[in-house]
């Protein structure tokens, strides 16, 4: 398998990784969330249905007692013993549960109230005088129909909520029968006394509005927030809205989620740069196979990959190419006199001059020790033996090494395709040979100037 290794393919490989992994990751967070929160939605539903299955018990429970009452008022219209309705009021309060009080009015006065004490002032009262229930109770007795007033603030202290049941004979209005219920002892038997912290609660719907009444019980926010969930409460005569959202979002489950995330994306990150340091060291390697460690420029191995693809090139082209075989002059003695530490640096810079002198088309190699191997496509022998020259002037030219001068010169052997072989190793061993009979034709010394 190919491998890239230049540094922006690497990049992107590493990018789209990280980029796939990241993907992975916040699908898996997103379904994650999604069921946590079909979970969360599905609690509060069960939730908010108990609430409301309380609610209605309770209130039914409570209004019941003064639905028997308005019946038994309603079949003993005309033989009234107020000893009797006394004792039927005190029975039926001691079976109470949230009752604060039962009151019976006879057309619109208030004629009975149990329990008497505390209620002194509700005694007597004319309901034409009550302006604030005069609506509701003048609603309840046109339509007939039971009607569940509040919560409201009470005489008596506290808040309570009224079931009002219109009593008539025939066609006639009698008369009405009142129950008032502690709000906050219904509220507290429904599990609306705050003791369950998983969930916030509110109530809209004074006097059984439904969701256009005014709130009651919780916070009046909480009907806008986006996890809230609604739920309509069946009352006497309307219905109410209870508002159900819970207190936190998510719990230990949401922090589990969040990390298992932070560990997805910590991986994919460690993913990515174990996958960077791989290429790093892929490239590494393929340049150490491939490369001078000293020069950076072609090694022998990828010399004689490029001389072929040249070489195929060349019979599709129908053009010549040429290859110098490149040994330097003196080097030896530089080694010897200056050491290896200097000879490495002549190397350098020997390197760095033919690369510059040949065309960007031409390659430069390091075959080996002071020998070098250029390639030029598309040349003939002479602009070969042109070329030569130009290499041999810039390796002439002094190199200078800190404080000291140092010259060394270049032997060129020439080899052309097709005229001098028809493959590389035959190039190459007949350009060696053109090299070392030129360079015993000069035969040139090598200087060394210390400074003085």
Known sequence: ??????????RVYCLLLLLICGIVVE??????GQWLSSQRRIQ??????????????EITSATALGSGLASYLTARHDSQNPEEIDSVLASLFRQSRHVR??????????????????????LGQDYHDLSEQWPLVEKTIETRTPLMAGPLELAQGGSG??????????????????????????FAAAGLDGKDSRYAYALRGADATGASGAVFFGAADLFDQQETLGMDVDVPGG?????????????ALEHWLLLGRLAGWTFSVLFAYLLWSWLLLHRRMAELALYDTLTGLP??????????????????????????????DGFKRVNDTLGHKVGDMVLLEVATRLHTAL??????????????????????????????ENLCRAVDAPIQIGDQEVKVGASVGIAVYPDDGDNATALMRLADLRMYHQKEERRRPVTAEQPA
Not at 101 to 122: D, L
């Open 161 to 186: 909520l009224i079931y009002r049941i219109p009593v008539y004979v025939g066609d006639q209005y009698w008369g009405m029968v009142s129950t008032v219920l502690d709000s906050s002892s219904v």
């Open 359 to 388: 065309r960007r088309s031409d390659t430069v190699t390091r075959w080996g020790g002071d020998e070098f191997v250029a390639l030029l496509g598309s040349s003939d022998r002479e602009a070969a033996a042109a070329i030569a």
């Open 101 to 122: 009080n039962f009151g019976v009015a006879m057309g619109y006065r208030i004629a009975f109230v149990y329990p008497p004490v505390g209620n002194e002032q509700a």
């Open 1 to 10: 398998m190919h491998l890239p290794t230049s540094p922006l393919v690497m």
């Open 27 to 32: 699908l898996f967070y997103q379904t994650g």
């Open 239 to 251: 219905r109410w809205l209870l508002a159900v959202k819970p207190a936190q979002e998510g719990g």
């Open 44 to 57: 509060t539903v069960t939730q908010a249905a108990a609430v409301r299955a309380r609610l209605e018990s």
């Open 299 to 328: 090694n022998r191995n990828l010399l004689m990959d490029r001389l072929s693809q040249m070489i195929h090139r060349a019979d599709r082209q129908g053009r010549p190419l040429s290859l110098l075989y490149i040994d330097l």
